[in-house]
Nanobody, 114 residues
Framework: QVQLVESGGGLVQAGGSLRLSCVASGSIFIPDSMGWYRQVAGEQRELVAEISRGGITNYADSVKGRFTISRDSAKKTVFLQMNSLKPEDTAVYYC????????WGQGTQVTVSS
């Protein structure tokens, strides 16, 4: 069983920064990819950013230039550095890891005030 533990969410003012972390455990296999998704109540979960085992990244257009995704050397921890945060970034952020199938974290709340 793969478990994902997220941390780093919180409340910030517009223009501020947060750094999210997610640690994958419970598997000897390195995730093929890890990423961050976000969801607002009543809406679909959407991709924010993802990174492959080889370091290839993909970002939603809405966060390009503001957010940066990275993995540690063991490739079982993923980070999301969020700068220049906007109120529209407010959502629950979920960590995802892919090993044969997708695994999801519990989510961490990010709230950006005006």
């Amino acid at each position: 069983q793969v478990q994902l533990v997220e941390s780093g969410g919180g409340l910030v003012q517009a223009g501020g920064s947060l750094r999210l972390s997610c640690v994958a455990s419970g598997s000897i296999f390195i995730p093929d990819s890890m990423g961050w998704y976000r969801q607002v109540a009543g809406e679909q979960r959407e991709l924010v950013a993802e990174i492959s085992r080889g370091g290839i990244t993909n970002y939603a257009d809405s966060v390009k230039g503001r957010f940066t995704i990275s993995r540690d050397s063991a490739k079982k921890t993923v980070f999301l550095q969020m700068n220049s945060l906007k109120p529209e970034d407010t959502a629950v952020y979920y960590c995802k890891a892919y090993i044969i199938r997708n695994y999801w974290g519990q989510g961490t709340q990010v709230t950006v005030s005006s």
